[in-house]
């Protein structure tokens, strides 16, 4: 009897420490979509300039990112990053040797990855403005900054976050990679949990099911936002 | 950079068998999720909620998790249960969850099968009504209308959704290396990395060849939707 309520105490423990992980899950994943989003900005900005060589670098980019496995771009990144910023740092005179750590390791992959899609996200989307919108801003005096920020900015919301919301569901299932380089997020804890505790089914499951309720929870708050940068435009009705 | 380590027969040799189980691993997961997804999609269109809601619960738990957490809820979950295991050297279904090989195509069918079901069940509901009509006053039943009017045009129209989902296949397949005891391409790259502690060379090689079957995979799918959806292509001047 004893034996048995001991058992239960375990379990909650291993739970806890799973929930806890999740908030490491949350922070990779936001931080990643940040990352990811700005590549995304700068890829798009670069794609649309017109000007040969960032055309050429920003196609590439997008095209060999999306070729490769993501798990295996993470490894080259962790491991190989941590050689190539030691033998940088060996370069320039210091002695002392660095250890990537995972979670800027992981956040940059992710990161890297996602930009090339948010790329094609954002491009598409700044391509479905009308062109007389940015011509009208740049006849009032606005420079390519301001045009952005006040006029591009707030209607490519609007067109992108289809495809943003894509993206990012995808981008949350695709931190549970992280714990293959070391990073105790919640699939880790959960591998963890399981093999110590004998248990095989469980922590999964409940692992699995925080992963449903961060993608429920993220559909509902961009259903929101997609609904307030459509407010200005009707629907079709068909 | 080193590269000669990596051109050595030895290691050539390691990629190549890592290869050829990735690509064994993504054609057979197509092949077994293809199937899967025919009577899945079937069931999704289907009127009746008993057929419709397991399905539609199944493909959201597969679309909603990380094809990780399956392949652990598979290999570290299923495998590992003792009822399983008390039947897996004798009794015919379960003596297949010892194998490596097998538990990472089970979780990769799945996965794709629950991808594609749900592409070509949103291919069916767009199916023209017209066509529909006419293929009931053609005096078609439920099954003909089906077999013959529907899936054919459905499964062209999602032919080009279907082309990213072969791609994501064969970049999910990478998943494999972390069942221990399987060497995929990306376990090979792995497997290299820790023999010479090269890992840019170890990884870019094995980027190098995924990038080739990437491109090959497109170039094909490009083909079956000119063979295919020709009659959907712009008309030349």
Known sequence: ?238 | MNWSVIFEPDTLALYTQGLVVTLQLTLLSLAVGAVLALLMALALVSRSAPIRLPVAAFTYFMRGTPLLIQVYLIYYGFAQLEWVQARWDTVWPWTHFKEPFFCALLSFSLNTAAYTAEMLAGAIRETHKGEVEAARAMGMGRWQLMRRIVLPSAIRRMLPAYGNEVVMMLHSSSLASTVPALLDLTGAASRVYSDFYLPFEAYLFAAAIYLCITFSLIGGCRLLERRYLGYLAPRKA
């Open chain 1, 1 to 238: 009897m004893g034996r048995g309520a001991l058992n239960q105490h375990d379990m909650s423990g291993y739970y806890y420490s799973i929930l806890h992980g999740a908030l490491l899950t949350v922070a990779v994943s936001l931080a990643s979509l940040l990352v990811a989003t700005l590549i995304g900005l700068l890829g798009a900005a670069a794609k649309l300039s017109g000007r040969r060589p960032l055309v050429w670098l920003a196609t590439g980019y997008t095209t060999v990112v999306r070729g490769i496995p993501e798990l295996l771009m993470m490894l080259l990144i962790f491991y190989g990053g941590a050689i190539g910023l030691n033998s940088l740092l060996e370069l320039l005179g210091s002695d002392q040797g660095v250890d990537l750590n995972p979670f800027a390791a992981g956040v940059m992959t992710i990161g890297f990855i996602y930009g090339a899609y948010m790329t094609e996200t954002f491009r598409g989307a700044i391509l479905a403005i009308p062109k007389g919108q940015m011509e009208a801003a740049w006849a009032f005096g606005m420079g390519p900054l301001r045009t952005f920020i006040r006029i591009t900015l707030p209607q490519m919301v609007r067109y992108a976050l289809p495809s943003f919301t894509n993206n990012w569901l995808v981008l949350i299932k695709a931190t549970a990679l992280v714990s293959l380089i070391g990073l105790h997020d919640m699939t880790y804890l959960a591998k963890q949990a399981s093999a110590a505790a004998r248990e095989p089914f469980a922590f999964f499951l409940f692992t699995a099911a925080l992963y449903l309720v961060f993608t429920a929870v993220s559909l509902q708050l961009l259903k929101r936002l997609s609904a307030r940068y459509s407010l200005g435009t009707d629907k079709v009705q068909l």
